[in-house]
């Protein structure tokens, strides 16, 4: 899980046409898990940017050294680039990272938003206790998971440990992008799996449910574990976030 190195965990961007896509990445992943999203949006015509977060694709040594405030930042300035070079943009994300498109449809002036497995809450118990319990387990290993084996290997690069301290950046950013969700008004496309044991199932429904946009939407995956984007059910994906994006375009009259 550790071949950063590969060109498919490598920051992408395929230029081409006038809407662009921001793709996020989650905790401890890598540009990996959305590359085949990326490269299905390319093909449907669509412009794409798939970033590298600071502290992953590297070690999670170098993860410890990261906080929410730096993965913000870099959300932010890669959404203001393309928010100057395309005429309509989007931001979305996976995981956290669809925490942190959130935060930038918040804040930002995005044309859509697409979080993709985003947590508004999460089946871990331990997040609050995180800065204390990294006194005394500063790693954690993350758990043998059966469900990954339905994934594509080749695309499954990420962090096979990450530091404790993390956790609690990752709860941070969580409970920003839920506090603000009325601050949203762009259309919203939540993707969720009904075999995703890591977010609860409530989630889209609390996206949905708090922020102010007039047109959102929710598509439900069958099986995919949490990391869908890498699951035999990517192509519904890259189908319906195509499908809503167009819809998107045609309401803004382009």
Known sequence: ???????????????????????????????????????????????????LLPGHGESPEAMAKATWQDWFQ???????EMRKQYRFFTVAGLSMGGCL??????????DACVPIAAPMKTTAR??????????????????ADGSRDT???????GYDSYPMRSVHHLSVTMTRARKDLALIRCPVLAIQSHGDKTVTPDSPEIILNGVSSKIKAQLWLEDAPHVCTISPEYP???????????????????
């Not at 870099?74 to 203001?80: I, K, L």
């Not at 994934?151 to 690069?157: E, H, K, P, S, V």
């Not at 499908?243 to 309401?251: G, P, S």
């Open 1 to 51: 899980m550790l071949d950063f190195s590969a060109p498919q965990a490598q920051p992408f961007h395929f230029a081409q046409g006038e809407h662009g896509v921001l793709l996020i990445h989650g905790f401890t992943g890598s540009p990996a898990h959305l590359r085949l999203i990326g490269e299905g949006l390319r093909d449907n015509g669509f412009s794409v940017r798939g970033i």
């Open 74 to 80: 870099a959300s932010r300035e890669a959404a203001a």
């Open 101 to 110: 498109a959130l935060m930038l449809a918040e804040r930002m002036n995005a």
């Open 126 to 143: 331990f997040r609050a206790l995180a800065p204390v319990a990294a006194l005394v387990h500063p790693m954690v290993q993350k758990r």
């Open 151 to 157: 994934l594509d290997a080749a695309y499954d690069i």
């Open 236 to 254: 519904k994906i890259i189908q319906g976030m195509a499908e809503f994006l167009r819809i998107v375009e045609k309401e803004a009259g382009i």
